[in-house]
């Protein structure tokens, strides 16, 4: 699985942005698909994901009412709408994929599939 990660930028806080992850090389409908931050000095955290096959959605307690994950079928797109946006979430956003064999896995580590990352950068 290819993906390519886009949308990232500058917004001001409150304000919004959507990213998008667009996946090549595999019929997805087995796969989960994630998004992932990393902050500079800090640990790759989850942020939320996607079951391909069915459309059930994951997300970090702490982004659940901010963020949403959804997708494309058609496209073959995973997006990423952020709103609310506060300055703690600057950081690279990336974009991941797994088989999905039956569990749902929050670690990068979990994942075998990585995008480049997109910085998103929230000024206050």
């Known amino acids: 699985v290819q993906l390519q990660a886009s949308g990232g930028g500058l917004a001001q806080a409150g304000g919004s942005l959507r990213l998008s992850c667009a996946a090549s090389?595999?019929?997805?409908?087995?796969?989960?698909l994630g998004w992932f931050r990393q902050a500079p000095g800090k640990e790759r955290e989850f942020v939320a994901s996607i079951r391909w096959g069915d459309g059930s959605t994951y997300y970090t307690d702490s982004m659940t009412g901010r963020f949403t994950i959804s997708r494309d079928n058609a496209k073959n797109t995973v997006y990423l709408q952020m709103n609310r946006l506060k300055p703690e979430d600057t950081a690279v956003y990336f974009c991941?994929?797994?088989?999905?064999?039956?569990?749902?896995?929050?670690?990068?580590?979990?994942?075998?599939?990585w995008g480049q990352g997109t910085q998103v950068t929230v000024s206050s």
């Open positions: 991941a994929a797994y088989y999905y064999s039956g569990r749902t896995y929050t670690r990068s580590t979990d994942y075998d599939y």
């Open positions: 090389g595999r019929t997805l409908g087995t796969y989960m």
